[in-house]
């Protein structure tokens, strides 16, 4: 099969090869591999031409013209190298036809790891004390953290990664709430969680993770009026998606000094700005740079899914739904 794969990045193409050079369970012959640099979008579409699928990754706009276009060129798989799916128009996909397949697991823990470690940081200021050190300057004030031990941690979304972010909290002596429609009482039981409301999760946590998918009920899920709510002080992480948090109102809460810090691997207008590097021209975006001058926030460029591990399993699973795909099989990650 004939593969474009937009908005191409170096760490994953080794992934790539190697998963494609060895025998899968349903293929042994390798596909075609055309790797592009550009995001895929309703400009860059055309791209496609000549190919079967496409792959897709998080920051494309893979909306109703787009689908159009890329059906019209005889594409019939979109390929998303992730698991979330909100960049897509999954409606407009199924009336061209097209057949959408994600990842729907790759690695849980990798997600959840960096959020803990993001937490660590943020709390103990790790960032601003390894700056320090560099520049010979070992003094600590100013560098206060607090325990986590006994203090509450809010989990909203407790899916994949939300399961295993709050057993890594239980872990450290926290007391972990949990948030989420379809929470499992057996799983909060399990960890000596319990399974509450938004409203209380922003009353009482430290610290809140954001684990739950973006969609229009999730978009701006932590606005001015939940920030209000929350505990003064609290930390918030998000690996979920960037949308989850209206920026204007966390820039405010942090401005306020309500907000005791954010730790973000996703940004509301992340695309064209993460995964790129843009230190000889500097971001034109200035909520971003705004948020970059508080010292009480730390930033990744979505990098929570970077680990060997989960590389590994997008690889591979993204070339097996293709070798289901070509095979006439039942697709095993469909997205719709
Ligand atoms: P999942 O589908 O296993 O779990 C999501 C959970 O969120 C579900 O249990 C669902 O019921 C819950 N949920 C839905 N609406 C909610 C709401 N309004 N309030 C509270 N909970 C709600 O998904 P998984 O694998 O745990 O991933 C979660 C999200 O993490 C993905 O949708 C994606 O956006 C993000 N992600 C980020 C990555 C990164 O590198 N930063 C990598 C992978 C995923």
């Known amino acids: 099969m004939k593969i474009a794969i937009f908005d191409t990045h170096k760490f994953e193409k080794s992934y790539f090869e190697a998963a494609n050079s060895r025998p899968r369970p349903h293929s042994s012959t390798p ?190 899920l932590l606005d001015t009026s939940r920030f209000s709510k929350m505990k003064p002080g609290a930390l918030i992480i998000n690996t979920g998606r960037g949308a989850l948090i209206e920026t204007r109102a966390l820039i405010q809460a942090l401005k306020s000094g309500r907000l005791g810090g954010a730790a973000l691997d996703v940004y509301e207008e992340e695309a064209g700005v993460f995964f790129e590097d843009l230190s000889e021209t500097g971001v034109n975006d200035d909520q971003l740079a705004r948020l970059l001058t508080f010292p009480n926030v730390l930033i990744t460029s979505h990098q929570a899914f970077l680990t060997h591990e989960a590389l590994t399993a997008i690889a591979q699973t993204t070339l097996q739904s293709l070798d289901e795909f070509v095979g006439g099989r039942k697709l095993s990650s469909p997205a719709l």
């Open 31 to 220: 596909h075609q591999i055309t790797w592009l640099d550009a995001r895929l979008n309703s400009q860059s579409a055309r791209l496609a031409a000549g190919h079967d699928a496409v792959g897709s990754f998080v920051n494309d706009r893979v909306d109703a013209d787009t689908c159009a276009q890329l059906a019209a060129l005889g594409v019939r798989l979109i390929a998303l190298r992730c698991a979330g799916t909100n960049h897509v128009d999954l409606k407009a996909a199924a009336e061209h036809k097209l057949q959408v397949v994600r990842v729907p697991e790759y690695s849980p823990h990798a997600v959840a790891e960096h959020a803990v470690a993001l937490l660590l940081t943020l709390n103990r200021k790790i960032h601003r004390a390894h700056n320090r050190v560099r520049e010979m300057n070992f003094s600590l004030d100013g560098l206060v953290g607090f325990d986590l031990y006994r203090k509450t941690v809010g989990v909203i979304g407790v899916g994949r990664i939300g399961q295993v972010f709050a057993k890594i909290m239980s872990g450290f002596g926290t007391e972990v709430l949990l948030h989420d429609p379809q929470a499992s009482p057996d799983f909060a039981q399990q960890i000596g969680a319990r399974i509450t409301s938004l409203d209380e999760i922003l009353k009482l946590s430290d610290v809140i993770s954001l684990h739950c998918p973006l969609n229009d009920q999730t978009r701006h």
